[in-house]
């Protein structure tokens, strides 16, 4: 399968400031995910992005296929954007046959102070 | 409210036993999966079933087993065969003909 790294692996931030996660991944994709996992365990899909640039609030995400990686931004971070954020691959789309699996990358654990 | 539900939100295994995590969904989603998380990792996808009556393995299927009988409802049987089987499982859907999953809120199993 597809290797995702994701990094940093942990990152500690003061509330207000900016940050950016990386993706890298070993193969060419068709699918691009980013989550965000909450401290009760709860996954909220936050982009699909294969290619391209997306906002959505203080979250923006952007991929560039070509080079392999995607970063997604998060701007005057909140105590409540704490939480593990991870990155997921796939080689195609869900909606092609037998291409049903996603990779995911061990995540960013991100910690928020107050 | 329209989501994925999952119970129990804790489960305790004896050596030998069979215990099965339940996963309900009312999206009208047809594509269902199951994932494993161990701590520390990203997850890893055990069995997906793409419509009712048709499930596939996934990469870490060993000692799973799965059926889906009605389109709201994917459970995932732990069997005794599954040597390691703490950890947090997750039961996701996705969107019909779309490409976003979605997750429930998850189960953690341990052993007794």
């Known amino acids: 399968g597809i290797q995702v790294e994701q990094s940093p692996p942990d990152l500690i931030l003061q509330e207000g400031a900016n940050s950016t996660l990386r993706c890298n991944f070993s193969?060419?994709?068709?699918?691009l995910q980013w989550f965000h996992q909450n401290p009760w365990g709860q996954l909220i899909n936050l982009f699909y992005i294969p290619s391209g640039t997306k906002q959505n609030g203080r979250l923006s995400a952007t991929t560039v296929a070509t080079e392999r990686y995607s970063l997604l931004y998060i701007s005057s971070s909140q105590t409540t954007d704490s939480g593990v954020y991870f990155c997921a691959v796939g080689e195609r789309g869900f909606r092609q046959t037998g291409a049903n699996n996603l990779f995911f990358g061990t995540g960013t654990r991100l910690t928020v102070i107050p | 409210d329209g989501g994925i539900t999952q119970s129990p939100k804790y489960l305790f295994r004896k050596e030998g036993q069979n215990v099965t995590l339940s996963c309900e969904q009312n999206l009208n989603h047809d594509a269902m999966y199951w994932y494993r998380q161990d701590p520390g990792q990203g997850l890893r996808l055990i069995y997906y079933?793409?419509?009712?009556?048709?499930?596939q393995k996934g990469d870490i299927a060993e000692g799973y087993s799965v059926s889906r009988e009605k389109k709201e409802s994917f459970p995932l049987t732990v069997t005794s065969a599954q040597k390691n089987p703490t950890a947090f499982y997750l039961c996701?859907?996705?969107?019909?003909?779309?490409?976003?999953?979605?997750f429930g809120s998850g189960t953690q199993l341990s052993v007794l």
């Open positions: 996701a859907s996705r969107t019909t003909g779309g490409e976003k999953l979605f």
């Open positions: 079933s793409q419509i009712v009556n048709d499930f």
């Open positions: 193969d060419s994709v068709n699918n």
